[in-house]
């Protein structure tokens, strides 16, 4: 039922509205200030690296200390690229309600990495606002570009798949 409401009632979607906006220019002051004031990853990473989560059995994720080592550290100049910009896109995509479930998915994978690498923060209330937004689908973006682009696509693009899957059949 609440799921329904979720994503269908346009009540609900003006709520997710004033929560999507919210969230949306949290994701893209954030990464505004750090394309504009210069960021540098290596010093997280290293930090992260150093002092991973831990619990009474030892380190909780391995898999992601690992992850860190081998791949995000020796391409930090990479990640300098993608976290700042990311955020950024994220912010916008969520301000205007466009893509508004991509830009999500992608804010809560941003969440879950930096919390993985041990940084509570304000992630676990974005997390669940996330979820919140990404579970609403459409009725997030109804009130942004989402009603015009959704349908859109629909119309074109994914038209299309759906012929070439008919004909093949």
Same mark, same amino acid.
């Given at each position: 039922?609440?799921?329904?409401?979720?994503?269908?009632?346009? *009540?609900?979607?003006?709520?997710?509205?004033?929560?999507?906006?919210?969230?949306?220019?949290? +994701?893209?002051?954030?990464?505004?200030?750090?394309?504009?004031? @210069?960021? !540098?990853?290596?010093? /997280?990473?290293? @930090?992260?690296?150093?002092?991973?989560?831990? @619990?009474? =059995?030892?380190?909780?994720?391995? +898999?992601?200390?690992?992850?860190?080592?081998?791949?995000?550290?020796?391409?930090? !100049?990479?990640?300098?690229?993608?976290?700042?910009?990311?955020?950024?896109?994220?912010?916008? &995509?969520? *301000?205007? $309600?466009?893509? %508004?479930? #991509?830009?999500?998915?992608?804010?809560?994978?941003?969440?879950?990495?930096?919390?993985?690498? $041990?940084? #509570?923060?304000?992630?676990? %209330? =974005? *997390?669940?606002? &996330? #979820?919140?937004?990404?579970?609403?689908? /459409?009725?997030?973006?109804?009130? &942004?570009? =989402?009603?015009? #682009?959704?349908?859109?696509?629909?119309? %074109?693009?994914?038209?299309? &798949?759906? =012929?070439?899957?008919?004909?093949?059949?």
């Amino acid at each position: 039922m609440f799921n329904q409401f979720l994503r269908e009632n346009k *009540i609900s979607a003006a709520l997710l509205t004033l929560l999507r906006v919210y969230l949306g220019y949290a +994701w893209m002051t954030a990464g505004w200030g750090k394309i504009t004031g @210069g960021f !540098d990853a290596a010093g /997280f990473l290293k @930090g992260s690296i150093a002092n991973p989560v831990a @619990g009474p =059995d030892g380190i909780v994720y391995g +898999w992601y200390v690992s992850f860190l080592e081998g791949v995000a550290l020796p391409n930090v !100049d990479l990640f300098n690229f993608l976290v700042p910009w990311g955020e950024f896109l994220v912010g916008l &995509g969520l *301000i205007l $309600g466009c893509f %508004t479930s #991509v830009a999500m998915f992608f804010g809560l994978v941003m969440n879950f990495s930096f919390m993985l690498a $041990g940084t #509570v923060s304000h992630n676990p %209330t =974005d *997390i669940l606002m &996330g #979820v919140i937004i990404l579970t609403a689908g /459409f009725n997030a973006g109804r009130y &942004g570009l =989402d009603y015009y #682009v959704v349908p859109f696509l629909r119309k %074109t693009v994914f038209k299309k &798949g759906a =012929d070439l899957l008919q004909q093949k059949a």
